[in-house]
């Protein structure tokens, strides 16, 4: 059973702090990393994607990955109010059809 | 606008009436998929489809049916409905991934099913 595992949270940090979410997987064959944003009542969308170990950095969000330790991970640099929502983790093996995902880290940034 | 769209965003049913939801994507992806979303428990596949005729069991098919007949279209068949479907689904499609490609999955906006 290929599982991905996320923090339930809520995680609550004052706005301009760096909000620091994890995740971690369980199959080895895993090979590209999402994570998504899900408003509440809306729908998942895609904030980036990692397949390879280190860190990828787009605007104030910093992917990192370390295969070894099967620990994926998001941070959101300058948190804003905005940034309050629901992150999901996803892991995808050979197919695009084999996309896990863990169960959401909730995500509460305070003015 | 490249999207998904899915019908009907909700939806009441009784026990038992067949339903169908349906999903279309304009991007000419090769992959569709349906999930279901429920608290605690995350995104679950249903059913995906890698192309035109083609497609397979998630993770959690029972009660669920399917059809690929054109690439743009995937909907969602519940013969009975039970009460345990009740749950918030999702389509979402997909280019063909090739290996460590790092193309995720777009989801359209979501189906409020609730069964009584």
């Known amino acids: 059973q290929k599982e991905v595992e996320q923090n339930s949270g809520p995680l609550s940090v004052p706005e301009g702090a760096i909000a620091s979410l994890n995740c971690t997987y369980s199959d080895r064959g895993s090979q590209s990393f999402f994570w998504y944003r899900q408003y509440s009542g809306k729908s998942p969308e895609l904030i980036m994607f990692i397949y390879s170990n280190g860190d990828k950095e787009d605007g104030r969000f910093t992917a990192q990955l370390n295969k070894a330790s099967q620990y994926v991970s998001l941070l959101i640099r300058d948190s804003q109010p905005s940034d309050s929502a629901t992150y999901l983790c996803?892991?995808?093996?050979?197919?695009?059809?084999?996309?896990?995902f863990g169960s959401g880290t909730q995500l509460t940034v305070l003015p | 606008e490249a999207q998904v769209t899915q019908n009907p965003r909700y939806l009441i049913t009784v026990t038992g009436k067949k339903l169908t939801v349906t999903c279309s994507q304009n991007?000419?992806?090769?992959?569709m998929s349906w999930y279901r979303q429920d608290p605690g428990l995350g995104l679950r596949q249903i059913y995906y489809s890698m192309n035109v005729e083609v497609t397979d069991k998630g993770d959690v098919p029972e009660g669920y049916k399917v059809s690929r007949k054109e690439k743009r279209n995937f909907p969602l068949i519940l013969e009975s409905p039970s009460p345990n479907q009740t749950s918030l689904y999702f389509c979402?499609?997909?280019?063909?991934?090739?290996?460590?490609?790092?193309?995720?999955?777009?989801f359209g906006s979501g189906t409020r099913l609730t069964v009584v």
């Open positions: 991007m000419n992806h090769e992959y």
């Open positions: 979402a499609s997909t280019p063909y991934a090739r290996r460590g490609g790092g193309y995720g999955y777009t």
């Open positions: 996803a892991a995808r093996s050979g197919s695009a059809r084999q996309l896990t």
